[in-house]
């Protein structure tokens, strides 16, 4: 019955991805995660200097937190099951290009005649959405798409279907510069996840996942000490309208 009603509520979010105004959300049992005005309910990393910070009424990252340990931002409380809605989009690619390898429906890369994984490179963006403390839902510029669970379809002792499932169905992403909309179920170790109002991932295990933790925003790359310059998959990232409703 709760997987019922965590679906509908899913569901019910879904056609309305892009919707801005709070009494929807308020209306559904929504909670509101960000003010639009500063980085209250937020744990900002220790020594960050101002590169997580609101601009405009959203969240912007600059990919150079100073802090000497974890980077990311993380929401000061914990949750258990919940359905979270946020938007986010890349404001830019770091300087550097990125290796962007295919991955396959089956989690595997795509590999030459020499059995190589072929890595071409290109422009990236990298950033994820971190759920429940350890949980990883991959926001980039590969061809597959955001919403890839890349520890669960990285990790080779994980049946091929557990794997399989941690691949989005489809790529769902706007181009860079334009904002995206995802809404996410958790629900124990089950995750499914919408991107722009389609599901690119189907109640896919996974295994691990903690019982309860926090959501956070995720550094990727950061400055090449070498070039001075960004790093391929810098986090140059924004986010907005963050909202969840505890299941």
Known sequence: MKKLVAMAALMAIMGFCFAQDQYIYEEMGYTSLFNGEDLSGWTVPEGDNGHWSVIDGVIDYDAQSEAKESKDLWSEKEYHNFVLHIEWRFKGYGDHLFPLPTILPDG??????????????????D?????????????????????????????QELAPEVRAAAVPLENMDKPVGQWNAFDIMVQGERITIVNNGVVVIHDASYPGLDVSGRIGLQHHGGVNPETGKLRGGSSLVQFRNIWIQEL
């Open 127 to 155: 950033s994820g959405i971190l759920l429940k403390g350890v949980g990883q839902s991959n926001l980039w510029c590969w061809s597959v798409g955001s919403g890839e669970l890349w520890s669960i379809r990285n990790n």
């Open 108 to 125: 595997s890369y795509m590999k030459d005649a020499e059995g190589k994984i072929v890595e071409p490179l290109g422009h990236n963006s």
